[in-house]
């Protein structure tokens, strides 16, 4: 029996500084949902990433938006002075290309990780509302 849901790690825990890129690409195939946490920043760190999207493509080579660019369709939030900043973004798969790209650029050196949890058929977790696009942004701050 197959599983019906993965986790992938697709920004594998990284420092980078201001104005640095940390990215990852995740294979969606035979998966038709995916709930991706953005985590990043220590405590007391209150700046905002400058990027952070969310991109698909057939081949991992041309990208194009899959409806999730911060500044765009969202508002990227800014750390805490208690905690660490999780942004959550949920996509339905159906319809969209077979890899996923995770991109971001802290305001300031920070700590950054990405994992996407794919699902199969029926087992996806029902969204709280979506947007145009089939996803959703759902932040903890």
Do not use: W
């Not at 709930?35 to 760190?45: E, H, L, T």
């Not at 209150?46 to 899959?66: F, G």
Request: net charge positive; proline share 5%.
């Amino acid at each position: 029996m197959q599983p019906l849901s993965k986790a992938v790690l697709a920004v594998l825990p990284v420092s980078k500084t201001a104005g640095h890129t940390a990215s990852g690409t995740v294979d969606c195939r035979g998966f038709s949902f995916a709930s991706i946490d953005v985590v990043g920043s220590a405590a007391g760190d209150t700046t905002a990433p400058t990027v952070l999207k969310i991109e698909q493509s057939h081949d991992k080579t041309t990208y194009v938006t899959a409806g999730l660019t911060g500044g765009t369709d969202f508002d990227i939030p800014a750390g805490n002075t208690s905690g660490s900043v999780i942004l959550k973004a949920n996509i339905n798969l159906q319809g969209k290309r077979r890899y996923l790209r995770i991109t971001v650029v802290p305001g300031t050196t920070t700590i950054l990780a990405a994992v996407v949890n794919l699902f199969k058929g029926g087992n996806n977790p029902a969204p709280i509302g979506t947007t145009g696009s089939n996803a959703e942004v759902v932040m903890h701050v």
